[in-house]
């Protein structure tokens, strides 16, 4: 290590007795110039690097918040939106809760009639309320629709059987078939326990050389004081001129 600062010694020494004290001074304050130019040109370049990253930034950062202020906008636009609708809603629940009312009152009214002329039409507020019969795409081939509802507000629930038979004329003589046979509807399916109403639908083809005229439908209510209620649906009558369709066979109580 001494030789080593021995040799450094010797190297200044020998400069300055070639040259002098003064250039070798000139030279390191030159070096040290360039040194500190390059450090400010490094650091102004760096500077400038950050400021770019900064302005970025901040650009993006503008760009967010002004997102958010749209999606704010949005989602109080939305809000008003989703408070007419409901509005609406409400507005339009109360229109059918008071159409159902007046619907009810109507049946009622009707039920009473029915009572007083058909007795047979209705039992503890159990009615045939309609039948709906529509073509299917094949020939002789239908689609019948049958509800049972109940009338009373407090209702109970009523267990019963539905019967329907198809009448009209084979080759000049009165012929009657039993309508949920020709559906293909089970035993057990013609049984119904309902609170609400019962719905009956299947699909059929008329028999070979048959004229329908009616449908006889029956709804047995053991355990009603009146046991048995019929309505007659005739065929004309109930046949709808609608888009044929397919259908399958489905029951369902309420």
């Not at 809000?79 to 159409?99: F, G, M, P, W, Y």
């Not at 609170?195 to 699909?203: A, V």
Request: with cysteine.
């Amino acid at each position: 290590m001494s030789q080593q600062l021995m040799n450094e010694k010797w190297r200044l020494s020998y400069w300055q007795q070639r040259y002098g004290r003064l250039p070798v001074m000139l030279i390191s304050v030159a070096c040290l110039a360039i040194l500190l130019w390059a450090s400010y040109r490094l650091g102004m370049w760096y500077g400038g690097v950050l400021q770019d990253k900064v302005a970025q930034q901040g650009q993006q950062l503008s760009q967010l918040y002004q997102r958010i202020e749209r999606l704010e906008y949005q989602r109080h636009v939305n809000e008003v939106e989703l408070d007419i609708e409901k509005a609406a809603n409400s507005s339009l629940q109360q229109e059918l809760t008071i159409a159902q009312d007046e619907n009810f009152g109507l049946r009622r009214e009707l039920a009473f009639y029915q009572k007083i002329m058909a007795p047979e039409l209705e039992a503890d507020g159990v009615v045939i309320d309609s039948f709906v019969l529509t073509p299917n795409i094949a020939e002789r081939h239908f689609h019948f629709k049958l509800a049972v509802i109940q009338l009373e507000r407090r209702r109970k629930l009523i267990e019963g059987r539905i019967s329907i038979h198809l009448v009209g004329r084979s080759n000049g003589a009165v012929k009657s078939y039993d309508l949920l046979d020709l559906a293909r509807i089970s035993d057990a399916d013609r049984k119904f326990a309902m609170r609400y109403f019962s719905l009956y639908e299947g699909d059929f083809f008329l028999p070979e050389d048959f004229v329908p005229e009616r449908f006889d439908v029956k709804v047995s209510l053991p355990e009603s004081a009146q046991r048995q209620l019929e309505r007659r649906f005739y065929w004309r009558s109930v046949l709808q001129s609608v888009e044929p369709r397919e259908g399958v066979t489905t029951h369902s109580n309420t």
